[in-house]
T-cell receptor, first 113, second 114 residues
């Protein structure tokens, strides 16, 4: 079946550092890929998405490229801020239903001032 | 503002209590969901409703009973819970169930079962 694997946290970085959170997936067909973010005390919010191979999703300085050859969708940001501290979830949808989103276990990111 | 609200935000209940969680979406969506979020585990989809009809029930124990009286409101009725049911319960909605529609989440109810 379909699955998502993301790097375990927590990840702790200093402000202005470069961020990478790894995500790989297993799926049949051509899934869509997402990154969701959960800030403290809040629900999940869609951060970015990509619906086909080689697409790059971007938002708020974050970006991720859909790599079919490596089945990956790594999240990157060039210069993180304290306000980026949150839990990040990689997710996959096979497109059969909006309910069929498979989430990774989440990576907690903490940014030091 | 996410457009999806949940009450209460925090709930402590004993194993013999009965309580209900409430979710309301102000987005005009037709599909609503309940998820369970436990520490260090992936989100678990519990129930899916579309146009007030339950379309998925993912092997959830009967001590959790959902109710969807209309497309804007979703409840989760709780009774005789176990300590392992302590978790963050998230409600979400989407426009409908077609394709890869984005889900919008509420802030969750932090449930502690004592």
């Amino acid at each position: 079946g379909n699955s998502v694997t993301q790097m375990e946290g927590p990840v702790t970085l200093s402000e202005e550092a470069f961020l990478t959170i790894n995500c790989t997936y297993t799926a049949t067909g051509y899934p869509s890929l997402f990154w969701y973010v959960q800030y403290p005390g809040e629900g999940l919010q869609l951060l970015l998405k990509a619906t086909k191979a080689d697409d790059k999703g971007s938002n708020k300085g974050f970006e991720a490229t859909y790599r079919k050859e490596t089945t990956s969708f790594h999240l990157e940001k060039g210069s993180v801020q304290v306000s980026d501290s949150a839990v990040y979830f990689c997710a996959l949808s096979d497109g059969s239903s909006a309910s069929k989103i498979i989430f990774g276990s989440g990576t907690r990111l903490s940014i030091r001032p | 503002e996410t457009g999806v609200t949940q009450t209460p935000r925090h709930l402590v209940m004993g194993m013999t209590n009965k309580k209900s969680l409430k979710c309301e979406q102000h987005l005009g969506h037709n599909a609503m969901y309940w998820y369970k979020q436990s520490a260090k585990k992936p989100l678990e989809l519990m129930f899916v409703y579309s146009l007030e009809e339950r379309v998925e029930n993912n092997s959830v124990p009967s001590r959790f009973s959902p109710e969807c009286p209309n497309s804007s409101h979703l409840f989760l009725h709780l009774h005789t819970l176990q300590p392992e049911d302590s978790a963050l319960y998230l409600c979400a909605s989407s426009q409908d169930l077609r394709g890869i529609g984005e889900q919008y989440f509420g802030p969750g109810t932090r449930l502690t079962v004592t």
